[in-house]
């Protein structure tokens, strides 16, 4: 069985085994307070090219979300994300728990629009009964988001600019940030993303680390005994140290940015393939996750070697899947999947 | 500087990394349903001696503690606790997030007593205003104790039947239970733990993981929809095998018991010592914590080269400190604290 | 200036005053244990035709909603309801505040259907990332609805009858549950809806009351520690017995019907006298709610003498509009906007 | 059955219910934006010689307080208050369900002092680990106390200072307010309580009101969005008219404090002649609330007629009682109690 299923299914990056492995027995303090997470800080706060940022590092994406917008909302306040956005969809309502509405809204790519934004700011304050509505307080977005897809320059640039003129924060989950900025279609790097967003994080779980997100905060209100709220919601890791290691591992010499382009180049390789076979996609992605529609009999055939996600229906014959590599997947298993599909071709036939 | 802060300091036993480099490449599925979780909850079972539990692995304890008690009370219910427990006073009020209340108790030793368990609990029921105020519904104890301190058998064993008899939950924290279990004074194994609690967790940051801890649900009411309630609060790791393999080697041959033992004898060489030079302790244990009196003066000279807690003032001349081993504290660390801690004595006399 | 606003402009009808006054001095026990609160829970009791029910008596409708929901469902637990339920839009996040998430759902009328509520449900049981999704548990309606309009018998079976295969809770919400149940087209009474409903209340404050709704009870799960909550949410009056005088008075002899249904004969003159001019409606209604379509001037002309609220723009020169009728309607004041609606129709049309 | 048990056994004041009574058939808009509460805020602003304040009106106490808290709060902050404060021990874990940890101090008579604050506020900031402890933020207090005793005006401002210069807010729950501004020992009124409170209450449930507490915010923090915590926590009354109504008529011509005065004044009566019997008392208090310790046996032979709150075993043969008098106390029923208090007197000797 071969895995296309997720962007975490093997360990980690060698290299951060290796220097986990080289500093095991060094004695330093815990909680995020060691020389590690300090040099990551530092290291990241280089490739923003900000100085005046908060640097903090957490175990997962889910802990990461729900802790920033924890630290952010006054209890009538809710958060602005797309439908299909991993706190809409996929937190079992983490964000509800910690009391505030997810205000959800529909997009055809996963992406929310500056317009999109704005309407429902306008419109709460249009309303005059808006005391008995959820005040929209944050932008949530994902980029790439949940569909593979990414945000321009100038589309971050616009929602930005709603946010700040309307007193919204702009919160945007990286989970996977290192595919978006190294995805051919991507005209943004890390300095623009830390001058638009109030907050946002370098996701390291989906790019090579065993584990870990780098939160990065801009807006000094929200810096705040922002390491309470990590305390209190489980998120400061005892042996913070553990973080430290991964993400200067992974910023030192930009592995984060090779580990990156590599899985959108095998993801790409897929997909010329099947756009040479007149496959079509739900949508167009230049990331690490492809959504191809296929014939169900290639997708039952494919589900004998390989292990991917059955995305969505389409119609009766044919559904979209989900194809997602990594830092660890092998060229050699790409090859024989396309190969595999080509051969399912012949049979079932990919176009539709 | 050498540290005697906590037993958190260093990174993992080599075992563990061993095994992780071992399986770095293997491809799994994700958030704790790969074969390593399976393999070491099946260990668990039979070290608990019981096979109708449910084994879940979660990062760390804090983040333990907050999603069993969320799990498994209602809105009005509380949880009772020792004063000095650790959801009492160093989560940063992570249980009131969750919504309930902590009913704190005072210790001597940081034990509750079955006595004080009934009598909030019968209290609580003959009050006539008892709908005014929290219902008590789950006990929390440690062991060992936030103080170092443990349960003995017939302890745990009134405190459950309490609770058995009067419908409360008890959940023991064993953030650092192998300590516990294998201190000199202790007279319990995981299998009465498992008899006497409903849920209870086997620690492995605070011996030898990189971070972990295992839950074991014993109570049929609390395992239902669990890992709801765990992705919910952040606590469902992507990379969950992390967590399968570390348990997995840590009960292989009984790691997690040696080196439990070894941390317990390095404190023990060191109390050993201070006892002989007639020093006094805060509290008497057996475990990897110690609570020495120390003179000021001492204090202070030993920070030159040793890092440690300061407890407690005691008067103005002397506060309680505490050193703590682990598996890694090197024998010749402890002996050459001893030396200088016989130094000092002969300066400035550690009897009172 | 007449106000078709809503159903709570005026104070209490006048035989709820005159109880309150007759009783005034009398001294009772508080928070709902007086002797009131046991007359009308026990009228309640003999309307719904089940004696084993609990009532209690809350002041106000987000007060009871969220104290219902908060007693019923465990962290990881969201409620189905319309997009245009009371909870998911004009109750500030009161919901989510408690830590659950309002599973949202298209309408066309305000009214689920059964087989909505089916495909939420089957839909998560088949999602195998069902853990990482809120579990749906409750399912919240509301008769009449938040447009006006009512279920039938037969589509309330049907939703009851989903909700009992599958294990979910049903909530009615009647804060205007007396207009549903007199209503040309109703087809239903109290004690058809306690034997569908987990959990519903009969809404007090927009028909006759100063203040209150009466929850009643039929799950005996949902009974448990109820009062606990409803305290916990500062929802126990501590004069409770002027909920239960207001209840009682409302009872006996059917005084909650007879205001309901005065009501919705007020409006229904409205409806006529509209219908007969040629006027189209947003949604077909038979209780004390219409939205009549009118073109913007008329709107402007009527907001002179008449307070209403505008509801949703239709084009860009009509809106519908929403006239609420009550117990304290004036006959009067109703011809005196039919005569004036069809002076208006003669200068600008209401047809369109 | 005469009752002494609580402020709250009548209904309203006879004016209260005129007011009720006349203003019934007015069409008013709702939520609070009526011109009743625009008047009754005003006359309160008056009072508090203070027209930069925002006044609301909630219907409870325990309502009152979870909304005061929750709006203030960040999540990782907790409110300092005694152990007996109602917050503490009588709103089943109101505060907790909002998130918030209420940090308890032991006193004698229910009164904090700016000493004991200081030191919760100044541990914390010492504390190395404080961001793993809750972050004292607001203060509460409760004037009279729960136990009826009064803060003199040096003792509130030392509070109130020691709070500004540490940045903690100093919240007052005036449930029985007018007690203590009319208590013979009191040296204080509303100016001087509105200059050293951030927020404070002004009870009407128990002074007169069938229910209601005038919110009175001076900190422009605190003023913001308010009424979205109120609607959120279902604080927001559909007519809100009636708190309007009540509030207008007790501060017209001072009623609220001429009722407040008589309550007092009963209670003296019983004080004086408990003391002449040489009576003492758990706590000496000046408000409507009385402590008195009498013998088991007087107790039991009192319950036959009179109902009140045994408080607390003092011995094996003596506790402490509760009686607690208010604006609808009669006189003759105080006579009554008094003479037959001294019957008892001749057979069981209330001196101890």
């Not at 299923?5 to 492995?21: F, Q, R, V």
């Not at 997810?102 to 629009?113: A, F, H, N, Q, S």
């Not at 304050?125 to 977005?141: A, F, G, N, R, S």
Request: hydrophobic letters at 35%; charged letters at 20%.
């Amino acid at each position: 069985m071969i895995r296309f299923t997720n962007d975490y299914s093997e360990g980690a990056h060698p290299k951060i085994l290796e220097k986990l492995l080289a500093t095991n027995m060094e004695q330093t303090p815990g909680y995020g307070e060691d020389v590690y997470c300090q040099q990551a800080a530092s290291l990241i706060k280089e490739k923003c090219k900000n100085d005046n940022i908060d640097v903090h590092f957490l175990v997962g994406g889910t802990q990461t979300n729900l802790t920033v917008i924890a630290a952010s909302l006054r209890p009538h306040q809710g958060v602005i994300a797309a439908e299909s956005g991993h706190i809409s969809t996929h937190e079992t309502g983490a964000i509800e728990a910690t009391g505030h509405k997810v205000l959800e809204l529909p997009t055809y790519d996963g992406k929310l629009t500056a317009r999109q934004i704005y309407d429902v700011y306008i419109n709460h304050q249009l309303d005059e009964t808006h005391e008995h509505t959820v005040q929209p307080k944050m932008v949530y977005i994902s980029n790439p988001t949940e569909l593979g897809t990414i945000y321009t320059r100038s589309e971050l640039e616009a929602i930005s600019n709603v946010c700040r003129e309307n007193g919204l924060y702009l919160f945007l989950d990286g989970a996977r940030l290192g595919y978006g900025l190294t995805s051919s279609e991507n005209d943004m790097d890390l300095a623009f993303i830390t001058e638009c967003c109030d907050v946002f994080y370098i996701g390291g779980t989906k790019i090579g680390a065993l584990f870990g997100e780098a939160v990065v905060i801009t807006n000094d209100t929200l810096k705040q005994d922002f390491r309470y709220i990590m305390k209190q919601r489980g998120g400061l890791l005892a042996k913070g140290r553990l973080l430290g290691i991964q993400f200067l591992t992974l910023f030192e010499n930009d592995l984060y940015f090779e580990l990156s382009a590599y899985a959108n180049k095998m993801a790409n390789i897929i997909k010329e393939a099947l756009q040479e076979s007149g496959c079509t996609f739900l949508i167009s992605t230049s990331t690490n996750q492809l959504f191809p529609i296929l014939p169900n009999e290639t997708i039952e055939a494919l589900k004998k070697h390989y292990s991917f996600l059955t995305w969505q229906r389409i119609d009766d014959k044919h559904s979209a899947v989900r194809f997602c590599t990594s830092w660890a997947t092998k060229e050699e298993d790409v090859l024989r999947l396309i190969s595999d599909l080509k051969g399912y071709y012949d049979c079932y036939d990919l176009k539709r």
